[in-house]
């Protein structure tokens, strides 16, 4: 792929990069689009890093569709792999893996990298590119891995609250009001594996969208987990390990990255992170009704249980 | 009668979580919890023992007679055939050719 980006230190007509941090990874991101970029800027201004790059991904805005054009072929497209390079169909998106530069080259139509369309990849672009870093810096042992939870703090820790889409995890963050807690995310948060030394997992704030802004970026310490379930009523039970371990896998965003892992070495990455984060923090099933304070009364409930009574 | 040396599959992935073991295809979709007992006889398919053996030691491990065990042991590795998450090799692993 011919070069389509200038690094920083030769940059004159404007600054093409911008540097996100996402746990314990640096991504640096190049773009041609200096108006996509400056939104970028704008929305991630929380998540902004000098540090060091662990990966770069290199970022070719395309403008040959417009966004109704775009809507309609998006949903015939289907994504494929060849190798290190991949495209969707309908050349709304292409690109390739370069393992040994740490790079991602992406060519992709405007409309999917943009914030402010609904129907954008950013989310996606942020996970690809963390797990990739991660791969590269720690092999198949992540420290941290992306879960589908909406993270409340209270009292000094975070309950987080897991779910797939549509289960009611941007709902909970909307019933939190100052005296509840602070919203972490709406929708992907960055969990750690338990520490070695003792420490327990903690979680981090992540420049993920969901229907709410990124939050500020910080990390606090797990105090429980609740798997959502949709219900007429507000009710909760403790998962026992393996059931507990079951429905927690499924919550973790697989590690799809650069040079990608084949299904048995994702899934086991899945399933060591799974296994220990439910040995350590009690898991429970949550149903949920919707009601704001049946939910916080269940949730000073289960403040009230210490850790160690749940798990033996 | 064949001699028979169940060998855990491959796309499979498993973990051993308090006194159960979680059985997950690679696919994901399909899961499988065993209890204490087949837990136990879940870890000694490995392709190097035949049933009758496992049925052995089940009945040294547990409180349970060798018919018993034999029975439970053939069971077990008919259900997990089923599921897809056992195979039935005729020769020991190790003297396999892959």
New interface residues.
């Given amino acids: 792929m011919k070069a389509l980006f200038q690094r920083r230190e030769s940059a004159t007509e404007f600054d093409n990069t911008l540097s996100l941090q996402i746990g314990s990874i640096c991504c640096e991101l190049r773009c041609n689009d200096a108006e996509i970029l400056q939104k970028l800027r704008d929305l991630y201004h929380n998540y902004l890093s000098d540090a060091e790059p662990d990966v770069f991904v290199e970022l070719e805005v395309t403008s040959r569709m417009s966004i109704n054009k775009l809507s309609s072929v998006l949903t015939r497209s289907r994504y494929m792999r060849h190798g290190n390079h991949f495209r969707s169909s309908g050349r709304l998106l292409n690109g390739q893996f370069d393992v040994e530069n740490r790079t991602v080259k992406i060519a992709g139509e405007k409309a999917l990298i943009d914030p402010d369309n609904k129907i954008n990849l950013l989310n996606q672009l942020i996970s690809i590119s963390y797990y990739s870093a991660c791969k590269m810096k720690y092999g198949t042992n992540p420290p941290a891995m992306l879960v589908h939870a909406c993270g409340i703090l209270r009292n000094g820790k975070i309950i987080i609250f897991a779910g797939p889409s549509n289960i009611g995890k941007t709902t909970i963050a909307r019933l939190c009001s100052d005296r509840h807690g602070e919203v972490f995310n709406d929708e992907i948060l960055l969990m750690s594996r338990p520490g070695t030394n003792g420490n327990g997992i903690t979680i981090q704030n992540t420049p993920i969208l969901g229907d709410l802004l990124p939050g500020r970026n910080t990390t606090a310490p797990l105090r429980c987990i609740f798997i959502l379930k949709q219900n007429n009523r507000t009710t909760w039970r403790y998962l ?4 507990a ?2 429905r927690f ?2 919550q973790i965003i697989g590690p799809s990255c650069v040079g990608n892992y084949d ?2 070495t994702a ?2 990455i899945m ?2 992170f799974s ?1 220990e984060v ?2 350590s923090v009690p898991v429970y099933e949550l149903e949920f009704n919707q009601d704001s304070d049946t939910l916080w009364r269940v949730a000073d409930e289960l403040e009230g249980i210490s850790v160690a009574e749940c798990l033996n | 009668m064949k001699t028979i040396y169940p060998i855990q599959k491959d796309e499979v992935i498993w973990r051993r979580i308090g006194d159960t073991i979680v059985v997950i295809k690679e696919d994901g979709l399909s899961s499988h919890t065993l209890n204490k007992t087949a837990s136990f006889i879940w870890e000694l398919c490995d392709g190097n023992l035949e049933i009758n053996e496992i049925a052995n030691k089940l009945n040294e491990r547990f409180e349970v007679s060798l018919e018993d065990a034999q029975a439970d042991v053939h069971n077990l590795i008919e259900e997990l055939t089923i599921a897809d998450i056992i195979k039935k090799s005729k020769g020991k692993k190790d003297k396999i050719r892959y």
């Avoid at chain 1, 026992?240 to 059931?243: G, I, P, R, V």
């Fill in positions: 026992d390990k393996a059931e371990y079951l896998i499924r299904k048995k899934y086991s399933a060591d296994s439910v040995q």
